[in-house]
């Protein structure tokens, strides 16, 4: 006799659905496991045989043989274990006569004593569920409500096998588990971290504006304590909502890693690895890939403090992802894509000791270890950093308001930032609306399109043209600038780019030749 369940694993951050076969005989008992399982999969073998007898129910006595379709994929995890368990007593016999399965999936870990455990990747596996035409979906407790979040599937989240029999012989009923979709937005919080109460640094919040408007990356270059961290952390408070479709994307990548708390994540991600990270870390891989933080960053901010003691292997490792908006990690097991879409803002000092150029400090560092410090950011690196803004340390007088020009400076709040954020997005959303939903700020703009977006004046063109012989542009600098000014006419809400658009895109392009004077 043999039995067809449904169940689901995950492939880099996609779901895809696995046919569980159990095929048994009244031979000698015997109990295989086949269709390229790993470690834990094997391991289901023995949970599965104690959460039976620990749940009442007979584990037959012959001979079973379970295959996990497709063969040729790789099964990892525990998730199979509630899928191999009902296909085993479905041929047993003990599911209740007439019960049928075709339409349904089933995932979840089982515990020894037949209790239900939360799995990693729900949430892929359940929209892999569904495209495969699978309308009921039994998950974990723990994990219905992150599964509930899929439109078009009925989840009901189990607590043990007994309660699972008891449901499909209908001595009991499994409540639904549903999604409001006016939760999502009720879900979204207020960044605490707000701009209100950054003193001084007229440019750099500047900067950071146009940033979040064009989803540009930026550079903060100044001494220690001059704000760098401070003002990468209220980043995320000036980004404009995230949309449900951007939400589903980031919750995947953080269900895939089980760091997921809650159904979905409503607010953009801030990822801030510490420079010791590690370039599998950072990046993604390892035997058995998993995302890093570029894309646990995905649709957020990606924040790299004291950016010159990161080992240079990671820094070079992010420049084809900061193009592309994804990473492809390659291994002798699979070939996986992960999505990375972010922000990039950097943070560093001028020098070791942090005080190079610093009126207020000496410096104590030789002109060649300056040079050395800087050159652990390299050109092209630098070159994909839209805006390069200098963080000047704050005087007393702007720290207690007593200086005439902080003063008068007026104390905006994030959401007021945002406000202005949000109305350059939707300007920009508004313009860009006849080349399709391929992209959807100007950071991502393809050059074949920003030729025809970026429409300059001719006072405009001249400041350009004199920038790119003066500054030795690369003819990626020029397009990103090109991009910054571009953005800085959606924050005006002008359709051309003027002079002062561009004069000012150029002046976030010249930080390098200070320092680095390349």
């Known amino acids: 006799m043999i039995s067809q369940v449904f169940s689901a694993g995950v492939l880099g951050v996609d779901g895809y659905e696995v046919t569980v076969e159990c095929s048994g ?25 104690s959460a039976c007898e620990n749940s009442g129910v007979r584990f037959p006595a012959m001979e079973l043989t379970i295959n996990l379709a497709p063969a040729n994929i790789k099964k990892e995890g525990s998730a199979f274990d509630l899928a191999i368990l009902v296909s085993i007593l479905a041929v047993s016999g003990e599911l209740p ?19 239900l455990r939360p799995v990693r990747g729900v949430l892929p596996m359940v929209l892999a569920a569904r495209d495969a035409g699978r309308t009921t979906v039994y998950v974990p407790r723990e994990n219905a409500e992150e599964a509930s979040v899929v439109s078009g599937v009925t989840v009901l989240g189990v607590s043990s096998v007994s309660e699972l029999l008891a449901h499909l012989a209908g001595t009991q009923t499994i409540a639904p588990t ?3 979709p006016e939760e999502f937005r009720a879900g979204i919080a207020t960044i605490p971290e707000d701009f209100s109460e950054v003193r001084g640094q007229r440019t750099a919040k500047r900067a950071l504006e146009i940033a979040a408007a064009g989803g540009h990356n930026i550079l903060l270059i100044g001494p220690p304590g001059s704000g760098k961290s401070m003002l990468a952390k ?15 994307e980031t919750t995947k990548v953080h269900s895939v ?22 370039p599998v870390g950072m990046i993604g891989g390892g035997s058995n890939p998993r995302p890093g933080e570029i894309s646990l960053a995905h649709n957020g901010v ?115 930032i945002r406000a202005r954020v949000n109305a350059a997005r939707e300007f920009a959303r508004e313009r860009l609306a006849k080349h399709g939903d391929a992209f959807v700020t100007n950071a991502a703009m393809p050059v074949s399109i920003l030729r025809r977006e970026c429409v300059l004046t001719d006072e405009a063109v001249e400041i350009l043209g ?28 002008s359709d051309r780019i003027d002079a002062d ?17 390349r």
């Open 302 to 416: 990606l924040f790299l403090d004291e950016m010159p003691e990161l080992p240079k292997q990671i820094t070079e490792a992010l420049r084809q992802p900061l193009e592309d908006g994804c990473v492809t990690v390659t291994r002798a097991q699979a070939r996986v894509t992960y999505p990375s879409r972010f922000m990039l803002v950097g943070a560093m000092n001028p020098c070791r000791c942090g005080y190079y150029g610093d009126p207020t400090h000496v410096c104590t560092c030789t002109p060649r270890e300056v040079a050395k410090y800087l050159d652990r950011v390299s050109g092209p690196m630098l070159d994909r950093m839209d805006l390069q803004v200098e963080v000047p340390a704050v005087t007393y007088g702007e720290i207690s308001g007593r200086d005439a020009d902080a003063a008068a400076e007026p104390r905006e709040t994030s959401a007021e």
């Open 178 to 180: 549903v999604f409001d």
């Open 97 to 115: 006569r007439g019960c049928d399965l075709s339409a349904c999936t089933f995932i979840g870990e089982l515990s020894l004593s037949g209790e």
């Open 25 to 49: 005989f009244d031979r000698l008992p015997n109990f295989e496991l086949v269709g390229l399982p790993d470690a834990a999969v094997k391991e289901a073998k023995e949970r599965v045989r």
């Open 501 to 517: 658009h561009i004069a000012e895109a150029v002046r976030y392009r010249t930080l390098d030749r200070k320092y680095w004077r």
């Open 257 to 278: 890693v089980g760091t997921l708390a809650g159904r979905l994540l409503c607010t953009r991600p801030f990822r801030a690895p510490h420079h010791s990270a590690s």
């Open 466 to 493: 004199a920038a790119y012989e003066e500054l030795g542009l690369s003819a990626r600098g020029h397009d990103r600038i090109l991009r910054v000014a571009r953005t800085i006419a959606d924050l005006d809400r």
């Open 234 to 248: 209220r980043l995320p408070g000036i980004l404009p909502d995230m949309t449900f479709e951007e939400a589903l």
